[in-house]
Structures are given as C-alpha cells and as structure tokens.
C-alpha cells in the first residue's frame, strides 16, 4: 500500500470514528431532504444527522407529528412562490415535544416535556428531532391532541382568517364555500358551527355523496350541494338562508362562478386555491351592479405580516379554546416517516370522499 493510501485510510478511520463518538454524545435526527425540485417520492431522501444541544435561546424538540400539505408538494415540486435554498428540508408544520433548553434565561418559558408548535413559516418541519429558536415555538395548552396541534397554523388560521378579515359576519349570516371537503374546508365549516353562521358547502359529485353529506353536515355544515345542485339551488332565493354575504374560494373556474352567482349585494369572493387551474371569471354586471368584491388570501404572507401582532395570540388563543370544545382536525392518518414515499404519494393522489391529511409520526 502506498504512503498516500495509507494516510487516507487513517484519515477515513478517525472520520468514521469521531462521527461515531458525535453520534454517541449527540441526539441523532432524521431527516427528509431534498436537493432539487421534482416529483417528492423521487427526490427526498431520508438522512441521519447529528444535532447539537441547544444554546442560549433555543430549544431541542422532539417532533411527534408532522402533517403533509399540498403547499409542502407544491414546494418540493418548484410549482410554489416561496422557493428554498438547497439543501432544503420539507415541511411547514407540526408539534413536539420540548427535550432540552439552552442555558441562560432566553428560553426559560419553555420546560422539558412540554408540547410546542413552531409558527415560523419555512423551517423544514419534516425532521424527527430539530433545533429551533425560542422565539420561533408556541406553547400547546395540556390536553390538545397531536393531529390537532400538529395542522393548527394552516388549515384553521387560514379558516379563521378568512371568516374575520372580510366581512363582518353576524350570527344567522351565510358563508357559501367550495371544496368543503377538503382540510380548510372541514376547518371552516367548524368555525361557523362554532360562532352561530351558517356554511353551504360545495363538492364536486361522487358515488359516495351521501356519506359525504352527512360527515360535513355533521360536522356543522348547513347544508351541502354538489356543483350540479349549486347551480339551480333555490335556498337563497326562497330565503331558506340568508343570501352570503362571504364566499371562500379554493377551486375557480366555473365553480366560482356559479358561487358568485349566489352571492348578496357587495358580497366578497375570497380566493385562496386553484384546485382546478382555471381562472377566476367575473361577470361585468357582477362588478357594476351587484357591487361585489373578489379579492385573494395567502396565509404565509399574513403570518410573515402579523409575527408578533395582538391579532396574531388572540386567533390562537381562540382556536385552542374551540379545540379544547370539540372543534376536530380534518380526516387524518398517521403513517411512519420511513414509509415517506408512499405518504407523499399517497398526499398527491388523495383518494376517497374527504380530504384526508396525512401525517408523519416519529
């Protein structure tokens, strides 16, 4: 063996060796990364790395449950606004378990054990055990079960938002929304049933539409009419409910327009998904006549907007209330973190009568 093969055979015995002193002396993370956009199954990989302890300021969680949003495939697809820096980790959501916290005083709110969510956006959440500021983490009151923190900052924010930021809504008021099925959709329907307004869901039609109907109705929809049925629908006209005041968009395309169709005088569109990839049309008297008002919504840029603001605690205050009174994560399935290919998959393809979210458990 030469000199040179010598030396490097030493030098690859004390790498191998000090990673695996670091590895005994360090909480050891899993990981899904990603190096490149593409289809998720394809370029994600699962890898080990070690994680230090916590400094001053920071926290090392433990993730219990980690969900997958459509926005996460969108991201790891390049198909989304925000783009990562690769090496990217995917992710935007989930909750843990605090393990350890720096030294100092800048992270004292938190104590081992207790459950956090992070609500920062783009931290790459898809990680079994993360280091994260503690300025970036919200406390989980006692008592909230895993689903339901793990998907509390998109799905029923960008619900709560919607309901609050548009109109002024008053109990007996009618919200119209598409797409009622799906895990925003589910969210909504909730927060109506909670603050006394009524909510007329939309969805496509299916062999199983009775199932359907009576899942959300139970939920605490109003009522639920396939797209068919929305557009000969009579339940405004004869006052059965109120004419909306709010419409909650994630289709487009003809779907939309028929919910405009329904909508009261200076009604509000409030578009958030494009399910179908058709665009929004709006008819020139809709504009003239009835006086209504289309606008879009993005929950990361409120959230980017809103950090630190009152607003900001007192949404989740209020949600973490309703949690603790019955309002439920939307239709879920945990499924292992090394079986990620089929998740993600699976995530792409949803199959069934409701939007089921899949979550990582660790």
């Known amino acids: 063996m030469s000199l040179i093969a010598q030396r490097f055979t030493v030098v690859k015995a004390v790498s191998q060796q000090h990673f695996c002193a670091l590895r005994a002396m360090s909480t ?54 925000v783009k990562p820096v690769f090496p990217a980790v995917g992710g935007n959501e989930c909750v843990g378990e605090v393990v350890s916290v720096g ?6 709110q938190f104590k081992v054990g ?22 970036q983490l919200m406390k989980v009151p006692a008592g909230i079960g895993v689903a339901e923190a793990a998907t509390i900052t998109v799905n029923p924010c960008t619900g709560y938002r919607m309901l609050k930021d548009f109109v002024s809504l008053q109990p007996g008021d ?20 909670a603050w006394n307004i009524e909510c007329v869901g939309i969805v ?48 487009g395309g003809k779907n939309a327009l028929e919910m405009s169709r329904q909508l009261d005088q200076a009604g509000v569109m409030v578009t958030y998904g494009g399910m179908s990839r058709e665009p929004v049309t709006v008819p020139t008297a809709s504009l003239i006549f009835k006086d209504l008002r289309f606008v879009g919504f993005w929950m990361t840029r409120w959230t980017k ?21 019955g309002l439920k994560a939307p239709a879920h399935e945990f499924i292992p973190f090394e079986n990620y290919v089929a998740a993600v998959t699976n995530a792409e393809s949803i199959q069934g009568f409701v939007g089921k979210k899949y979550i990582f458990s660790f």
């Open 28 to 81: 050891i993370a899993r990981v899904l990364r990603y190096g490149e956009f593409g289809e998720p199954a394809k370029v994600l990989r699962l890898q080990e790395e070690a994680v230090p302890e916590p400094k001053d300021g920071e926290v090392l969680v433990r993730t219990l449950g980690a969900p997958i949003n459509p926005a996460d495939i969108n991201t790891i697809q390049g198909k989304y606004p």
């Open 103 to 108: 030294g100092g005083t800048s992270g004292n």
């Open 114 to 135: 207790d459950r956090v969510v992070p609500f920062a956006t783009g931290l790459g959440t898809w990680r079994s055990h993360a280091i994260y500021a503690a300025a």
């Open 174 to 193: 009618t919200v119209i929304q598409n797409g009622a099925n799906s895990a925003c959709g589910q969210a909504i329907i909730q927060l109506c049933r």
């Open 204 to 251: 496509r039609d299916r062999p199983e539409f009775g199932q359907l109907k009576a899942y959300l109705k139970e939920l605490g929809a109003s009522e639920i009419l396939t797209e068919e049925e929305l557009r000969t629908t009579k339940l405004f006209k004869d006052g059965i409910f109120r004419k909306p005041k709010l419409a909650l968009n994630c289709v």
């Open 305 to 325: 907007e809103n950090a630190s603001s009152p607003q900001r605690a007192e949404m989740f205050n209020e949600l973490f209330g309703l949690i603790d009174r």
